[in-house]
């Protein structure tokens, strides 16, 4: 019986294994299922062939093809999306930027739907510092296509390469996102990708926001399939614990930049994936102090845009818009005062355990242990599962679930049940009963939640099993990952199926 249920997390454990088992492994991984079997193998194709040469090799062999109406001329650059071309529009006779996706990211059907729906909403956005959609295909091969305009210019990450940029520059730059995102809140659109790459400024110096029609997909993330350190390192706080996001995920995101861009680096740092994420997610806050030269006020921005906690945030971007005109201005911001929240539990419904504690180290060596099975998801799981295990063994045992053998599993347990040293401490926990679920069960229901919500679902049906006390409130709770009534209602439904 598969451990995984998502292709990526399957391919992340075959390619640990030697050329001539993955076939045996992936056969056994996927269960018969087949539309998860055709994912997992192009990834792994990729993962094997598709260096970055090897990449724009093909991307260069395109050159001269016509794509639906589109004659490709030259390539402009390449993403976790796909490879962008010039293209000329045999049409209209203007030349536009051509986004082929790669088969893998819309292979299954459902996704393949709530993406050309998701593009015709995005593509009804009309705003001067959005980059609208001007047109979107499919090939006789199946093979998805977007056509945007074509601007003279350059991305923002290019430039903030250089170093930190001018205030007057960085304020000017961020006031136009702002009030791009702002015009694609109003439609009910959450961006959800924002970082450097996805803004370009052209030759007349207007801020267009790219890929809107990919980051969101009525509930189905694209970018997770693989996801990169770029884009983890913008990611707000819900959105890496696979929450409901709002429009403070983008204003996190955009914090994230105008930080790196009066600093000339990320306040989050690490090298890799797992990392940033305990960061974000559990570490200390680092120091966002900015440089003495700056104005002061500029730090209660920061402050606000970077709060851990969305109700700590600037509720909309009309207010981080207005205290960023204060700054022009030389105005007085007000100061940043923290949400306070109120115990939810009941003092008396809860029972003194022994909580496993490890040394940092420790943890820091089970996270990179786990992170080549399980992928950048491991420092999340890794932290939530020592808050509530009582062992060692306990620990290993919360995260079986998540890997893909025995064999890995024994091997995990060897490693650090047998060579880590614990010590233990008291702490009061509640005392919550949850739903209970048989294999058979917590299996139908991940496979329906996955199709819905991606990758993540077996995650959070696993979370909030242990919240419900029965299938009407599960089912709740996992409607409210997705965006359209009907979906949700179609989730529900299934997953009602599976009692």
Known sequence: ????????????????????????FVEDACEGDQNLKQDVLILLSQSDNQSPAHASENAQSMIGEQVGPYKIES???????????????????????????????????QNRERFLNEAKAVSRLDHPNICTLYD????????????????????????????????NDTIAICLQISEGLHAAHNSGIVHRDIKPANVIVTSENIVKLLDFGVAKISGVNLTSTGVSLGTVAYMSPE??????????TDIWALGIMFYEMLVGERPYKGEQAPAIIHSVLYADRPDLTLPDHLPKALNLIIDKALARSVDDRYPSLVEFMADLRKISNNETIAPHVPHIS????????????????????TIEDFTKELTKHVGPMA???????????????????????????????????QRFITSSSTTHMTAERPITTGLTLN???????????????????KLLVNRYSKK????????????????????????????????
């Open 1 to 24: 019986m598969a451990k995984i249920q998502t292709a990526r997390s399957i391919v992340d454990s075959a390619l640990n294994l030697p050329s001539q088992k993955r076939n045996a």
């Open 75 to 109: 390539i402009i650059g390449a993403g976790g999306m796909g490879m962008i071309h010039k293209a000329k529009d045999t049409r209209l006779d203007r030349y536009v930027a051509l986004k082929c996706l790669p088969p893998h990211l819309t292979v299954n059907n």
């Open 136 to 167: 979107i295909g499919e090939t006789d091969d199946k093979q998805l296509y977007i056509a945007m305009p074509f601007y003279d210019g350059y991305t923002l990450d290019k430039r903030m390469r250089n170093g930190p940029m001018p205030l």
């Open 239 to 248: 959105q890496l614990c696979s929450e409901k996001v709002d429009a403070r």
């Open 342 to 361: 109120k115990p939810t539990f009941d003092p008396d419904a809860t029972t003194k355990e022994t909580v496993v504690s490890l040394e940092q180290q």
């Open 379 to 413: 420092a999340v799981l890794v932290s939530k599962a020592i808050k509530t295990a009582t062992s060692m063994e306990e620990l290993c045992n919360k995260l079986d679930q998540h890997l893909p053998s025995d064999s890995i599993r024994q091997q995990i347990r």
């Open 439 to 457: 294999d058979e069960q917590f299996q139908c229901i991940s496979s329906v939640t996955t199709s819905f919500i991606g990758p993540i679902g």
């Open 468 to 499: 419900s006390q029965n299938a009407d409130e599960l089912c709740q709770l996992l409607a409210e990952h997705v965006d359209e009534t009907d979906d949700k209602n179609k989730l529900i439904n299934q997953i009602k199926n599976c009692f």
